[in-house]
Antibody, heavy 119, light 107 residues
Framework: QVQLQESGPGLVKPSQTLSLTCTVS??????????WSWIRQHPGKGLEWIGY???????YYSPSLKSRISISADMSKNQFSLKLSSVTAADTAVYYC???????????WGQGTLVTVSS | DIQMTQSPSSLSASVGDRVTITCRAG??????LNWYQQKPGKAPNLLIH???SLQSGVPSRFSGSASGTDFTLTISSLQPEDFATYYC?????????FGQGTKLEIK
């Protein structure tokens, strides 16, 4: 079955760019009908949808983050990535990648990776 | 953004109880409503999509229903492994917003 795994630095300095990669196994991100998503969860808080990329490379972003985010995909590596620029402490969160499919529901999810923004 | 209002925010119940969690959308979202379960330190897990479609592998004691902009997750007979936090999510309009969560605790 499809599995996802996030990777990237756990600590990012304020004003820098957060970069995370999600590696997908057990399925191809170039398969039609799926969107590859990023979702985050601030410590002890609820969930926030960030955006996703389709198998054709189309991207859809949360308006509140749109000016700072970029999601891209590397089909040859079966990976997709998130870049979030000009980070502040408010961007400290657990970042999850997930596959979205039927009715845009997210399943499965990666295990998540904590990114702390601090100098 | 579509606001999702989930209630209650916390709930105490016993094994074997029937439990209902409600989510109200701020506008029509058709049936684009998903329910997730999250246990401490783990990623959320999809339980139900399209308001009432049970995800493969999820026990049949979980069910979902809809009435207009009101959506309900019901657990028919609580099991020990069901104590967790539950989130609703609308996936009708970007950004796909979540409810604030319902923490289900053991009484």
């Amino acid at each position: 079955q499809v599995q996802l795994q996030e990777s990237g630095p756990g600590l990012v300095k304020p004003s820098q760019t957060l970069s995370l990669t999600c590696t997908v196994s057990g399925g191809s991100i170039s398969s039609g009908g799926y969107y590859w998503s990023w979702i985050r969860q601030h410590p002890g808080k609820g969930l926030e949808w960030i955006g996703y990329i389709s198998n054709t490379g189309s991207t859809y972003y949360s308006p509140s983050l749109k000016s700072r985010i970029s999601i891209s995909a590397d089909m040859s590596k079966n990976q997709f990535s998130l870049k979030l620029s000009s980070v502040t402490a408010a961007d400290t969160a657990v970042y999850y990648c997930a596959r979205s499919f039927n009715w845009n529901a997210a399943h499965p999810w990666g295990q998540g990776t904590l990114v702390t923004v601090s100098s | 953004d579509i606001q999702m209002t989930q209630s209650p925010s916390s709930l105490s119940a016993s094994v074997g109880d029937r439990v209902t969690i409600t989510c109200r959308a701020g506008q029509s979202i058709s049936s684009y409503l998903n329910w997730y379960q999250q246990k401490p330190g783990k990623a959320p897990n999809l339980l139900i999509h399209a308001a009432s479609s049970l995800q493969s592998g999820v026990p049949s004691r979980f069910s979902g229903s809809a009435s207009g902009t009101d959506f309900t997750l019901t657990i028919s007979s609580l099991q020990p492994e069901d104590f967790a936090t539950y989130y609703c999510q609308q996936s009708y309009s970007i950004p796909y917003t979540f409810g604030q969560g319902t923490k289900l605790e053991i009484k």
